[in-house]
């Protein structure tokens, strides 16, 4: 089965800019969809088909795809985007959706 | 706009089988391409996919849970329901169900999400 790896946590000052991996093997080959959960609250899709926005996502939150290694960047952090962050994919070799383990995203 | 809602019970005793009814709007599965998926998280811990089910009734499961699963859908009520059988402490979660899409080429998200139901497995 297809494995996703994110680091626990990372944490940055407000005003920086934050950026979340999430590595497998060969995930360049694959669309990366990441999540934004807030304590509390149902997760919402913040960056789907690797680089894409929905509509009412600020443009402080892009993505990137390449080699091993998917990367939510968030700009301009903000208290506002303390929360946990998911990476998902498909697995076309099992047909089913993997999630990764999680990051937290702590506001020095 | 599209909107979900999970309903069960809260709480369910070991070895109980669990059933959770996912209440939709704002989509039909008499429309090709749609789909319903079904997400745990135990408290403290990361997403778990569970289940999904498409619009032709193909069906996915967790291959880990896949005995214990059962995802169906109906067309009328605009419902997914999931049954989890032999329920077990670790069982313990907020189970989400969530709108699937999709692109061609095997891409697929679960957008928008429900709130999500806590349930807990305790005797």
């Known amino acids: 089965s297809y494995v996703l790896t994110q680091p626990p946590s990372v944490s940055v000052a407000p005003g920086k800019t934050a950026r979340i991996t999430c590595g497998g093997d060969k995930i360049e080959r694959k669309s990366v969809h990441w999540y934004q959960q807030r304590p509390g609250q149902a997760p919402v899709v913040v960056i789907y088909y690797d680089s894409d926005r929905p509509s009412g996502i600020p443009e402080r939150f892009s993505g990137s795809n390449s080699g091993n290694t998917a990367t939510l960047t968030i700009g301009g952090v903000g208290a506002g985007d303390e929360a946990d962050y998911y990476c998902q994919v498909w697995d076309s070799s099992s047909d089913h959706p993997v999630f990764g383990g999680g990051t937290k995203l702590s506001v020095l | 706009q599209i909107t979900l809602k999970e309903s069960g019970p809260a709480l369910v005793k070991p070895t109980q089988t669990l059933t959770l009814t996912c209440s939709f709007s704002g989509f039909s599965f008499s429309t090709s391409g749609e789909g319903v998926g079904w997400i745990r998280q135990p408290p403290g811990k990361a997403l778990e996919w569970l289940a999904l089910?498409?619009?032709?009734?193909?069906?996915r499961y967790n291959p880990s849970l896949k005995n214990r699963l059962t995802i169906t859908k109906d067309i009328s009520k605009n419902q997914v329901v999931l049954t989890m059988t032999n329920m077990d402490p670790v069982d313990t979660a907020t189970y989400f169900c969530?709108?699937?899409?999709?692109?061609?080429?095997?891409?697929?998200?679960?957008?928008?999400w429900g709130q999500g139901t806590l349930v807990s497995v305790s005797s």
């Open positions: 969530a709108h699937r899409r999709w692109r061609t080429g095997g891409v697929n998200w679960f957008d928008p």
């Open positions: 089910i498409f619009w032709d009734d193909e069906k």
